[in-house]
C-alpha cells in the first residue's frame, strides 16, 4: 500500500541542497529530490536562497516509486515555508513590565519634544 499519494501536499525535511535540486526526507523510510524544474516557473539563480539544510519545508508528491522509496517533489506555486512556530515558551523577566510602567511615560516625552 502506498504511504504517500500523487498530488499530496506533505512535510519534509531539507538534507541537502545541489545545483539541480533540494534532497528532502519525508519520513524514516521516504526521501526524494525537489528538481531545479520543479521549485519555480522562473529562473532560480540560486538554489541556496530557496531553502536552508535542516528546514522543514511543505512539499508536493509529483510520484512515488515504493519499491524504492524514493518520491519526485515540488514545490512550484506552493506556500512551501512552514511557519517556525517554538514549543518553548518565552520566560518573563523578574521585573516583567516594571520597566515599561516607569519608562513609558520619559520616552513619550522624549520623543514628542524630539518632533517639536
Known amino acids: 500500500m502506498t504511504k504517500y499519494h500523487k498530488d499530496e501536499i506533505v512535510r519534509g525535511h531539507v538534507t541537502g541542497i545541489e545545483k539541480y535540486g533540494i534532497f528532502v526526507t519525508l519520513d524514516e523510510y521516504y526521501s526524494g529530490l525537489i528538481h531545479i524544474s520543479e521549485i519555480s516557473d522562473g529562473y532560480v539563480k540560486d538554489i541556496n536562497n530557496i531553502a536552508n539544510i ?46 515599561l510602567e516607569k519608562e513609558l511615560g520619559t520616552w513619550i516625552s522624549k520623543r514628542k519634544s524630539k518632533k517639536s
Open 54 to 99: 535542516g528546514e522543514t519545508i511543505r512539499v508536493r508528491v509529483v510520484d512515488v516509486d515504493d519499491d524504492t522509496f524514493h518520491v519526485k517533489l515540488s514545490i512550484k506555486n506552493l506556500n512551501y515555508h512552514v511557519n517556525r512556530k517554538s514549543n518553548t515558551k518565552i520566560k518573563e523577566t523578574e521585573k516583567g513590565f516594571d520597566t
